[in-house]
């Protein structure tokens, strides 16, 4: 099980708003980060610090929280988009929990 | 330029001890905030927190791995070592070492290693 829970999988067609969630007590505590992670690769820093876009990230990626409950958002999906996306945050004990992972299908 | 890099056997036995070695190059554990992280994905599954050692040589681990995992530094030749003992198929992994950058109040991953696969088979 884990502390940060998305949902399995998400599909959209190419243009279309992508919306991934990510829900835990943590979040509402502290923002969780966001990755990427295409096949066979290591996963890439999406966001931190609330909605700050890491480097060399298009700004259609963008994120919001809501209580214990937050949002990837991605406008304008493209098929390059396609890739597993984690959410990640620190806990008070100083230890640190990914979510179960998304899929991200671009049909 | 960051780079990190992980190292050490891709195939262990049941019972066995696992090494593994993250070289990294850029920047030094001895500054402080800086933290290195080892992380594993199961094959088809998700990533999981196992492990982290700061530049104070604070060390955390994972509660539900703790009592199989130890992790070091030797700062001189920048390289954070993790090893695990009792390994079980279940352990058959990608294991990746990662950077968590110095900036305060901030515990995001910023440079991945490229991860190296262990298996654990008889």
């Known amino acids: 099980s884990y502390d940060l829970t998305q949902p399995p999988s998400v599909s959209v067609s190419p243009g279309q708003t992508a919306r991934i969630t990510c829900s835990g007590d943590?979040?509402?505590?502290?923002?969780p980060y966001w990755y990427q992670q295409k096949p066979g690769q290591a996963p890439v820093l999406l966001l931190y610090k609330d909605t700050q876009r890491a480097s060399g990230i298009p700004d259609r990626f963008s994120a919001s929280s809501s209580g214990t409950k937050a949002t990837l958002t991605i406008s304008g999906v493209q098929a390059e988009d396609e890739a597993d996306y984690y959410c990640q945050s620190a806990d008070t004990s100083g230890t640190r929990v990914f979510g179960g992972g998304t899929k991200l299908t671009v049909l | 330029q960051v780079t990190l890099r992980e190292s050490g056997p891709a195939l262990v036995k049941p019972t066995q001890t696992l090494k593994l070695t993250c070289t990294f190059s850029?920047?030094?554990?001895?500054?402080?905030?800086?933290?290195v992280s080892w992380i594993r994905q199961p094959p088809g599954k998700a990533l999981e927190w196992l492990a982290r050692?700061?530049?104070?040589?604070?060390?955390f681990y994972s509660m539900s791995l703790k009592t199989r995992l130890s992790i070091s530094k030797d700062t001189s030749i920048n390289q954070v070592v993790l090893t695990m003992t009792n390994m079980d198929p279940e352990d058959t992994a990608t294991y990746f070492c990662a950077r968590e950058g110095p900036v305060p109040g901030l515990y995001y991953f910023d440079y991945w290693g490229q991860g190296i696969l262990v298996a654990v088979s008889s």
């Open positions: 943590t979040v509402a505590k502290q923002y």
């Open positions: 850029g920047f030094s554990l001895d500054t402080n905030g800086m933290r």
């Open positions: 050692i700061d530049w104070d040589d604070d060390k």
